[in-house]
Each structure stands twice: as structure tokens, then as C-alpha cells.
């Protein structure tokens, strides 16, 4: 047992090192708020129990625990407890949302009318994330639609191709809300080590990207 002034010595290893040079997924990066939707089905045996302020909704005979959650928490209907209105949308929409997605936990940004630059829509978004899972996915679900970021390039990666990206977005605007000249950027998700990346066409990023 370690004494006072001494501490406990363990091996830790070095995290595994990615090759750069592999496949990258170069996705829009939407201005609106990062937001989440955790389904899974009842499990009376769960050890840890579920949040009482989730929705439960029943689907093809199995009952489905439904809950919202912003970047920071978890998230409720309510004047106080929503976060522009995303938890109302998916409480109002479980048993599509969980035909839709199936369990999991699925991330993703709200965005549209009232939420940061707003992009000149009259309406909201739950864009997804991961554009390979959910391909294809575009709904309307109440009063708001379903789908995945615009994808922009995929392949090998290459600063070459994410300069491109980032210019035509420029040039041309954003691609999840045609003809708003305003888009924030991309993200640029890299395969082989599973982290994603951004770049900005605001003064943060400025001059880093063009060639």
C-alpha cells in the first residue's frame, strides 16, 4: 500500500497510432445544436434504471424507453427543459422515431427556423451524424424532417479535398439548405481513428484551408 508521498505505479500503454493516410468522410457542418435521441427496449431485469422523465411508446408489441438529451443533458418538454423545442419533437414522434431508427443512441444536429443562423427555413431539421448507418433515412416526422448530413466527399485523405470541399461551400452555399450563402463549415471524419475534425469559414479557420 502506497504511504504518503509515494503513489501507485502502473503500466499504461501508449494509445494505438492511426496511419493518416486513410479513408475520410467530409460531411456539411451544420450551424444549430447538437442533440441525441436514446431509445432502447424495456428491460425489467436493467439494473440501472431508467430516467423517469423519459417517454415510453409501444411499437410491433415491444415497449420502447424514448429520451432526449442536448450537448450537456438530458433533456424534457418544457419551457425550462427543452432545448428549442427537440425533446417535445421526439416525445410527439417516438413510435415513428423508433420505427425509423431502431435502438441506440443516435446523434445528430437540430437545426433551422430559430436555432443560430437559422439558414432561411421556415421549418427544422434532425440532421444525423453518422452518414453510413443512417443512409437514405429521409422522413418527415411531425412537424420537422429526418435525414443525415450532406456528405461531400469520401476517400483517401487528402487537404486537397477538404480545400475543395470547404470552397465550394463557399462559392456555392450550403448544401443541406440550398441557396443560403451563410454555410459554417465541414467536419471531416477520419476512418481509422475515429475522430472527427472541423474546419470553419469563419475568421477562425481563415487562410488555413485555400490553396
Same mark, same amino acid.
Request: a positive charge; proline letters at 3%.
Given at each position: 500500500m502506497? #504511504? ?22 467530409? #460531411? ?6 447538437n !442533440? ?18 423519459? *417517454? #415510453? ?6 415497449? *420502447? ?14 419551457? #425550462?427543459t ?6 417535445a ?5 417516438? !413510435?415513428?422515431?423508433?420505427? =425509423?431508427?431502431g435502438? %441506440?443512441?443516435?446523434? $445528430?444536429e437540430?437545426? $433551422? ?9 421556415? =421549418? ?21 424532417? =429526418?435525414?443525415?448530413?450532406p456528405?461531400?466527399?469520401? %476517400?483517401?485523405?487528402? +487537404?486537397?479535398?477538404?480545400?475543395? !470541399? ?6 456555392? %452555399? ?10 459554417? %463549415?465541414?467536419?471531416? *471524419?477520419h ?14 479557420? !481563415?487562410g488555413?484551408w +485555400?490553396?
Open positions: 502506497a #504511504t504518503r508521498g509515494e503513489t501507485m505505479h502502473e503500466f499504461v500503454a501508449w494509445p494505438k497510432t492511426t496511419r493518416l493516410f486513410r479513408d475520410i468522410i467530409v #460531411t456539411e457542418k451544420l450551424d444549430g445544436t !442533440a441525441a435521441i436514446h431509445i432502447s427496449a424495456f428491460d425489467k431485469r436493467a439494473q440501472s434504471p431508467y430516467p423517469g422523465t423519459a *417517454y #415510453t411508446t409501444v411499437v410491433g408489441g415491444t415497449r *420502447y424507453i424514448v429520451s432526449a438529451q442536448s450537448r450537456k443533458r438530458i433533456i424534457t418538454p418544457g419551457k #425550462t427543452d432545448n428549442f423545442g427537440f425533446a419533437w421526439v416525445y410527439e414522434n417516438a !413510435a415513428q422515431l423508433v420505427t =425509423l431508427l435502438e %441506440g443512441l443516435h446523434f $445528430g437540430w437545426w $433551422g427556423q430559430g436555432i443560430q443562423r437559422g439558414y432561411a427555413r421556415d =421549418l427544422r431539421s434532425f440532421s444525423l451524424f453518422n452518414t453510413e448507418r443512417y443512409a437514405g433515412i429521409r422522413e418527415t416526422v411531425g412537424t420537422a424532417t =429526418l435525414g443525415v448530413v456528405t461531400l466527399y469520401v %476517400g483517401m485523405f487528402s +487537404e486537397k479535398a477538404i480545400g475543395t !470541399a470547404l470552397g465550394n461551400l463557399a462559392a456555392s %452555399g450550403s448544401v443541406a439548405a440550398p441557396h443560403f450563402m451563410r454555410p459554417e %463549415g465541414i467536419c471531416v *471524419y476512418t481509422a481513428s475515429r475522430s472527427v475534425s472541423k474546419v470553419t469559414l469563419d475568421n477562425n479557420d !481563415a488555413k +485555400e490553396a
